[in-house]
């Protein structure tokens, strides 16, 4: 395994190894444990951890409305890999009005704009690596033919918003490549560094509700990141860590067997039937 991806030697037994894969399938409760290195690795790439760090939409700020934000995530999450036409066009509307906001000024030390659909395949590759990272902790390694499946059915994670079905690479060894690639380019400066430390560290939250959590998601968090993110963020990770993130997610991913879908994925489907009450009702969707 190369250092852009995580590297995971003990894994539990595939569910049903001849079955049809989707990135539905990865959308168990627990892939949210990766939701916090999924937002470093997302930010490593200067154009979009600088289009965050800048942003002058307060609303949308993990930072001053954390809530809100991990509501807009996972009704995202839910409407690109659940949703409808007519869910994803709507959602595309709400955040469009939001990203038209989001551009670097002159003063900004890195170049950015929040419709540079490069960028945007950026943010949709990490969500996938992210959710592929969960998948397998949770049902086991894919075969070749599944892992063809798996990747295929992820690309609503990006042409959601602006990234083109071309974008994506057409196979996922040609994934590989793109992804290997991106994260020649991964730099995390100290003002991105400064930002994704506050957010690791729950210091958007109570101080007394985030104490008995921060070692928790420090843990989860580092586990998730591969290794060229974790030298960008200046994290270390021991042998020891390693053996204690696998053993946790082998024992979760037994528990997981055993519990109905509409619990694993129930959250999903809520945050799916929030967004389509907020189009009914004309509500802010982001």
Not at 79 to 107: K, L, N
Not at 129 to 152: A, S
Not at 160 to 169: A, H, I, K, N, Y
Not at 228 to 252: H, I, N, P, T, Y
Request: hydrophobic share 45%; glycine share 6%; net charge positive.
């Amino acid at each position: 395994m190369s250092d852009t991806r995580i590297s995971v030697r003990r894994q539990t037994a595939r569910w049903d190894p001849d079955a049809e894969v989707s990135v539905a399938d990865a959308m168990d409760f627990w892939s949210f444990a990766a939701a916090a290195a999924n937002v470093v690795m997302q930010l490593a790439s200067p154009g979009v951890g600088y289009g965050v760090v800048e942003s002058k939409v307060d609303s949308g700020s993990i930072l001053k409305h954390p809530w809100k934000r991990l509501r807009t995530t996972s009704q995202y999450l839910a409407v690109a890999v659940f949703g409808s036409e007519q869910d994803r066009a709507a959602f595309r509307e709400a955040v469009d009005g939001a990203h038209r906001q989001v551009i670097s000024s002159p003063e900004s030390p890195v170049k950015y704009n929040a419709f540079d659909r490069e960028l945007q395949m950026w943010v949709a590759a990490c969500l996938f690596v992210g959710l592929e990272d969960t998948y397998r902790l949770l049902r086991g390694e894919m075969t070749p033919q599944q892992r063809e499946q798996f990747y295929r059915s992820s690309w609503t994670l990006g042409t959601t918003l602006q990234v083109t079905e071309d974008q994506w690479p057409a196979t996922r060894s040609e994934f590989d490549t793109y992804w290997d690639d991106a994260c020649k380019r991964v730099v995390i400066d100290a003002p991105v560094r400064e930002y994704l430390s506050d957010l690791i560290n729950l210091r958007m939250i109570n101080p007394v509700l985030g104490l008995p959590f921060r070692p928790l998601l420090k843990f989860l968090t580092i586990g998730f990141l591969a290794p060229v993110f974790r030298d960008a963020l200046g994290v270390r990770w021991s042998q020891g860590k390693q053996r204690r993130f696998e053993w946790l997610f082998l024992l979760v991913a037994f528990a997981n067997r055993f519990l109905p879908v509409f619990i694993r994925q129930g959250g999903s489907y809520l945050a799916l039937a929030d967004v389509r009450r907020r189009v009914r009702a004309h509500s802010s969707l982001v």
